[in-house]
């Protein structure tokens, strides 16, 4: 298991700064609105130039220098300075209750700044948590079965209790059943849209859609109007896996658009669970093939939440407080409040029940179980220290 590296984040924070200011968030925004440009191509123009008011700066000679960028899309880029689209734009987010936050700003969600190709600007309607940094994505085939669905909503639903933020892509199938198992069960979850957020699809879930938005967020990197085109459902699903700690996948035939997700999963360093189906199941084979080549396989919540690698840094996490590894969303409030005593560094036994403020044996029981679950380490001296996840 491997920790997030946030060197890239902390390169993208030299380029833009902690947070953007208005004209440089405008900047950003002006970019991500002309047709051709892709995130790809956002980050090279970046990385030549050093912020998206630069870009705005450049000469058509210097424009084309950059890779992927010819005679026709720097002629684009010099046209937009005039245009007010983005203006139009942003006063329509306004009105829709709508933030921008663009790349470096302290809102853009830490774990997404580390992709090769993170997004210039996101789209996010209903906010963003600290406690979204504890998400995982659950993702599958549009054409699910009963057993399929089933599954998305159990593991859904179980995840979303345990304290982690459900995030899958508002699509048919497996998407919708594991948005409705985080709602049922009171937890977050987030909608990534391969649309604009004026212009929800498919159109059947806009109650979907809102339920999501008053208990989490729908997010976006494009335009409010964009319709839906068959390639931006592959890029958008590099959002889904970025944001999250691991990707978990179900019910998904070697076709399956939900194996895109797992390749961005792959490359960004994310963890990938996979459900099994019947062995004779079409509609299964995909997520088989992931469980033959290295993917965890999942029967229930603790094995997601046993499966999945340290965090960066500690995230807080609503009722379950300070979380340094999701492992310690298995245990009960007794527990983590004992663990939570007991820092790195070895620690008397004897401080930790002088501050506990329990029963003696309570806490040197609640310390053998801790032991047991490889959470904390007995140490000579009648001393302690807390592990490493």
Not at 8 to 31: D, I, Q, V
């Amino acid at each position: 298991m491997r920790p997030f590296d946030l060197s890239k984040t902390s390169e993208l924070l030299n380029l833009f700064g902690e947070l953007p200011s208005e004209p440089e968030l405008l900047a950003a925004l002006r970019l991500n609105l002309i047709s051709g440009i892709g995130p790809r191509t956002q980050q090279a123009l970046f990385k030549q130039f050093g912020s998206p008011q630069a870009v705005w700066s450049a000469s058509i000679r210097e424009l084309q220098q950059v890779e992927g960028v010819g005679p026709k899309l720097s002629a684009a880029i010099v046209a937009a300075r005039c245009d007010d689209a983005a203006e139009r734009e942003w006063a329509r987010c306004r009105d829709l209750n709508i933030d921008l936050i663009a790349r470096g700003s302290s809102m853009y969600p830490r774990p997404l700044a580390e992709i090769h190709d993170p997004p210039g600007v996101l789209y996010v309607q209903g906010g963003l948590a600290p406690r979204d940094e504890l998400a995982i994505a659950i993702v599958g085939s549009r054409h699910c079965t009963l057993y399929g669905r089933q599954q998305a909503e159990r593991l859904a639903g179980s995840l979303a209790r345990a304290g982690l933020t459900i995030v899958s892509g508002l699509a048919r199938g497996i998407d919708a059943a594991a948005h409705r198992g985080a709602l049922a069960a009171g937890g977050r979850t987030l909608a990534v849209l391969g649309t604009g957020l004026a212009n929800i699809y498919p159109p059947e879930h806009a109650g979907l859609a809102a339920e999501v938005r008053a208990h989490g967020s729908l997010i976006s990197e494009s335009a409010l109007d964009q319709a839906p085109v068959p390639g931006l459902f592959p890029q958008r699903n590099r959002i889904i896996s970025g944001i999250s700690l691991a990707v978990l996948v179900i019910e998904a035939s070697r076709k399956s658009g939900a194996l895109h997700t797992v390749r961005h999963a792959l490359e960004q360093g994310r963890e990938v669970f996979a459900v099994p189906g019947r062995v004779d199941s079409l509609s299964s084979e995909g997520c088989h093939d992931v469980l033959r080549d290295g993917a965890t396989l999942v029967r229930n919540a603790d094995d997601v939440l046993e499966g999945l690698g340290p965090l960066i840094g500690p995230v807080k996490s609503g009722e379950t407080g300070v979380v340094h590894s999701p492992r310690e969303l298995t245990l009960d409030p007794q527990e983590r409040l004992i663990l939570n005593l007991i820092p790195n560094d070895p620690i008397a036994v004897d401080e930790v029940l002088r501050t506990a403020n329990l029963e003696t044996s309570r806490v040197l029981a609640t310390l053998t179980v801790l032991e047991m679950k490889r959470m904390v380490c007995r140490l000579p001296g009648n001393k302690i220290c807390r592990l490493q996840a």
